[in-house]
């Protein structure tokens, strides 16, 4: 079978089946003292339009949870478990059909844009170059995806920015055009790794109202991937608290902001800045 005909099998749903369906996700690397399991039995599901958040402190295991689910794990790491796309298990794919099943089916907006982005090509030619990569047709044809990408993402001028580098805008529009070049190929899922962390409230703001409205448009699942409760907030329908690799807490956004019962994610709560607190009494979280 070739990966072609993989990717197309991976992009139909099968009957019952969750969009993402993560079962028992394990990921272990090998250490001087033996293996150690940096994430460790998560479990949880997206369907689409569906947004689940996933929170915790630096080192909790989220963003090695997301690199999982993408096949993009640093050398040395393996996983145990399931990972399912449209009911079509991913985790026993070899590196050519994920390498076609990332950006085609799950696209990925990543903390850092500048350093995600090429200084040396225009945003319009990387967005082109993502397109062709999976879908080839003419320069022509991609640059036409391309401009409506940046559109779709309220880029102002996009005619005449489409040709500009990544330098040539802000941290804000960096972001937008890192999500133009995740949603360019339509994919079912969209993972943000912390993508408002570096941005201040107006533009993290700005960005989170963007992503609802471009799944209120596509009907695409979401992973958010954050440490700001208050973000998470605005934008999930599930949380999935996570320490130390391990699930903590998972529910409903609204019961787990308004009746938790978890110490840790009460001390992830308690932690966030109020207007009006008075800094001497702010509470921090304790390993």
């Given at each position: 079978?070739?990966?072609?005909?993989?990717?197309?099998?991976?992009?139909?749903?099968?009957?019952?089946?969750?969009?993402?369906?993560?079962?028992?996700?394990?990921?272990?690397?090998?250490?001087?003292?033996?293996?150690?399991?940096?994430?460790?039995?998560?479990?949880?599901?997206?369907?689409?339009?569906?947004?689940?958040?996933?929170?915790?402190?630096?080192?909790?295991?989220?963003?090695?949870?997301?690199?999982?689910?993408?096949?993009?794990?640093?050398?040395?790491?393996?996983?145990?478990?399931?990972?399912?796309?449209?009911?079509?298990?991913?985790?026993?794919?070899?590196?050519?059909?994920?390498?076609?099943?990332?950006?085609?089916?799950?696209?990925?907006?990543?903390?850092?844009?500048?350093?995600?982005?090429?200084?040396?090509?225009?945003?319009?030619?990387?967005i082109e170059e993502t397109y062709r990569a999976h879908r080839g047709g003419s320069r022509r044809a991609a640059r036409k995806v391309a401009l409506d990408a940046l559109q779709r993402v309220r880029i102002r001028d996009a005619e005449t920015r489409i040709d500009h580098y990544?330098?040539?805008?802000?941290?804000?529009?960096?972001?937008?055009?890192?999500?133009?070049?995740?949603?360019?190929?339509?994919?079912?899922?969209?993972?943000?790794?912390?993508?408002?962390?570096?941005?201040?409230?107006?533009?993290?703001?700005?960005?989170?109202?963007?992503?609802?409205?471009?799944?209120?448009?596509?009907?695409?699942?979401?992973?958010?991937?954050?440490?700001?409760?208050?973000?998470?907030?605005?934008?999930?329908?599930?949380?999935?608290?996570?320490?130390?690799?391990?699930?903590?807490?998972?529910?409903?956004?609204?019961?787990?902001?308004?009746?938790?019962?978890?110490?840790?994610?009460?001390?992830?709560?308690?932690?966030?800045?109020?207007?009006?607190?008075?800094?001497?009494?702010?509470?921090?979280?304790?390993?």
């Open positions: 079978m070739s990966d072609q005909t993989s990717l197309k099998t991976v992009g139909i749903r099968l009957p019952g089946a969750r969009l993402l369906e993560v079962d028992d996700l394990t990921v272990t690397f090998p250490t001087s003292r033996g293996d150690a399991d940096v994430v460790k039995d998560i479990s949880f599901t997206v369907d689409p339009g569906q947004t689940i958040g996933i929170v915790g402190e630096s080192g909790s295991g989220k963003s090695m949870t997301s690199l999982a689910i993408m096949g993009l794990l640093p050398r040395g790491g393996r996983t145990t478990g399931s990972v399912k796309l449209n009911g079509h298990e991913l985790t026993a794919r070899s590196d050519r059909e994920m390498r076609r099943v990332r950006g085609e089916r799950i696209g990925m907006v990543f903390q850092d844009p500048l350093s995600s982005l090429n200084p040396y090509y225009t945003v319009g030619l990387q990544p330098h040539q805008f802000s941290g804000g529009m960096r972001q937008r055009i890192m999500i133009a070049m995740a949603i360019c190929l339509e994919p079912d899922l969209l993972i943000a790794d912390e993508p408002t962390t570096a941005l201040d409230v107006t533009v993290q703001a700005q960005i989170l109202e963007l992503l609802t409205e471009l799944q209120d448009a596509t009907g695409m699942g979401m992973v958010f991937i954050t440490h700001d409760l208050a973000v998470v907030s605005e934008i999930a329908d599930t949380v999935l608290v996570m320490r130390g690799g391990v699930q903590i807490e998972q529910g409903p956004a609204e019961d787990v902001f308004a009746r938790t019962t978890q110490p840790y994610t009460r001390a992830l709560l308690d932690a966030v800045p109020r207007l009006g607190d008075d800094v001497a009494t702010m509470k921090e979280v304790r390993p």
